[in-house]
């Protein structure tokens, strides 16, 4: 076997900037869907195990993931990140996601990267959300509200950055521990920060919610006409971070409508209450890839609903590879 390369966070981060990782994203896209494979997802310990195949012609990879409990999955809304604010008393838990991701050449199944999966989920889902909002987000938008402060948070931060030009970002977040963090990355950016409340997205060109929480994160009839929503944080068909009223608002585009309509609550539930059909899903990714412009139809705000599909993974992987093949490297 050839050396196995094992790849961690500070590499991953280094192989994909915002820039490289959203371009990897493009040329998944427009290279068209492969074979669905079906992920996995069972009770695990006190948590959770996802794991994700994806292959192509010439590699394949699985990721597998774990995912804690965190005290933000059942205290509401008001608990928007995974660690709870020091001030609370408690006690700090240890990461939300854990997991490897391993890259196996196809024709000899043989394996040649172990990867952070945590790392690569990370910089994959902010790229992937970066792709969709310079798709779907007003050109001039200036003002982003972050729900979350953590790794998701930071990483859509870095992304939604160098798509536009933000002038100023309102944090919502109860978290002490990571905030300052995130404020000072913010300013780092040439962004202006503040800490803000959850009626702020009143203010919103661009609403990013990278949170665990199992119910929505603010109302939907706040949000002024053109807005963009984000939603990455619920891959679950029972929980949501966004309410009713903003799907039914929205031009809603998805990654894959088989990936969104088996795990993606932030529709599912208004499915359920018979606000909303899958039909009025108005775009998938590939779509938007190949040209198609949704219509707006009456809607005033436009969303983009993640849950994570693995040929995503695979995609990042893939361009760590090539990162680490290049000559010099």
């Given at each position: 076997?050839?050396a196995?390369?094992?790849?961690?966070?500070?590499?991953i981060?280094?192989?994909?900037?915002?820039?490289?990782a959203?371009?990897?994203?493009a040329?998944?896209?427009?290279?068209?869907?492969s074979r669905?494979?079906a992920?996995?997802?069972?009770?695990?310990?006190?948590?959770?195990l996802?794991?994700?195949?994806?292959?192509?012609?010439?590699?394949v990879?699985?990721?597998?993931?774990?995912?804690?409990p965190?005290?933000?999955?059942?205290?509401?809304?008001?608990?928007?990140?995974?660690?709870?604010?020091s001030?609370?008393?408690?006690?700090?838990?240890?990461?939300?996601?854990?997991?490897?991701?391993?890259?196996?050449?196809?024709?000899?199944?043989t394996p040649?990267?172990?990867?952070?999966?945590?790392?690569?989920?990370e910089?994959r889902?902010?790229a992937?959300s970066a792709w969709?909002?310079?798709?779907?987000a007003?050109?001039?938008?200036?003002t982003?509200?972050?729900?979350g402060s953590?790794?998701?948070?930071?990483?859509?931060l870095?992304?939604?950055a160098?798509?536009?030009?933000l002038?100023?970002m309102?944090?919502?977040?109860?978290?002490?521990?990571?905030?300052?963090e995130l404020?000072?990355?913010?300013?780092?950016?040439?962004?202006?920060?503040?800490?803000?409340?959850?009626?702020?997205v009143a203010?919103?060109?661009?609403?990013?919610?990278?949170?665990?929480s199992?119910?929505?994160?603010?109302?939907?009839k706040?949000?002024?006409?053109?807005?963009?929503?984000?939603?990455?944080?619920?891959?679950?068909?029972?929980?949501?971070?966004?309410?009713?009223?903003?799907?039914l608002?929205?031009?809603v585009?998805?990654?894959?409508?088989?990936?969104?309509?088996?795990?993606?609550?932030?529709?599912?539930?208004?499915?359920?209450?018979?606000?909303?059909?899958?039909e009025?899903?108005?775009?998938?990714?590939?779509?938007?890839a190949?040209?198609?412009?949704?219509?707006?139809d009456?809607?005033?705000?436009?969303?983009?609903?993640s849950?994570?599909?693995?040929?995503?993974?695979l995609?990042?992987?893939?361009?760590?590879?090539?990162?680490?093949r290049?000559?010099?490297?």
């Amino acid at each position: 076997m050839d050396a196995l390369f094992v790849v961690g966070r500070a590499a991953i981060e280094q192989a994909l900037p915002p820039s490289r990782a959203r371009g990897a994203i493009a040329a998944a896209l427009l290279a068209g869907e492969s074979r669905p494979i079906a992920r996995m997802s069972l009770a695990f310990g006190v948590g959770e195990l996802l794991v994700m195949p994806a292959e192509d012609e010439d590699l394949v990879g699985v990721k597998i993931l774990t995912l804690a409990p965190s005290s933000a999955s059942t205290r509401g809304p008001e608990a928007l990140v995974g660690t709870p604010s020091s001030s609370a008393g408690a006690n700090v838990p240890g990461p939300h996601a854990q997991g490897i991701y391993v890259l196996f050449e196809a024709q000899s199944l043989t394996p040649v990267l172990l990867l952070d999966g945590a790392a690569l989920t990370e910089v994959r889902t902010a790229a992937v959300s970066a792709w969709a909002t310079d798709v779907l987000a007003p050109p001039e938008a200036k003002t982003l509200v972050l729900f979350g402060s953590g790794p998701q948070a930071r990483a859509h931060l870095r992304a939604l950055a160098e798509i536009r030009a933000l002038e100023e970002m309102l944090l919502v977040t109860v978290d002490e521990h990571s905030a300052p963090e995130l404020l000072a990355q913010a300013e780092a950016l040439g962004i202006r920060a503040t800490r803000a409340g959850a009626s702020e997205v009143a203010r919103a060109d661009i609403v990013c919610c990278c949170t665990t929480s199992p119910t929505p994160l603010f109302d939907g009839k706040l949000l002024r006409p053109g807005t963009h929503v984000i939603a990455v944080g619920s891959h679950l068909p029972d929980r949501r971070e966004l309410d009713t009223a903003t799907v039914l608002r929205s031009v809603v585009a998805v990654e894959t409508r088989a990936s969104a309509l088996a795990g993606a609550g932030d529709l599912l539930i208004p499915i359920k209450e018979g606000a909303f059909d899958a039909e009025l899903v108005a775009a998938d990714l590939f779509e938007l890839a190949g040209g198609f412009v949704p219509q707006n139809d009456g809607h005033d705000v436009t969303l983009f609903k993640s849950v994570g599909v693995a040929f995503e993974d695979l995609a990042m992987a893939r361009a760590v590879l090539e990162t680490l093949r290049a000559p010099g490297s």
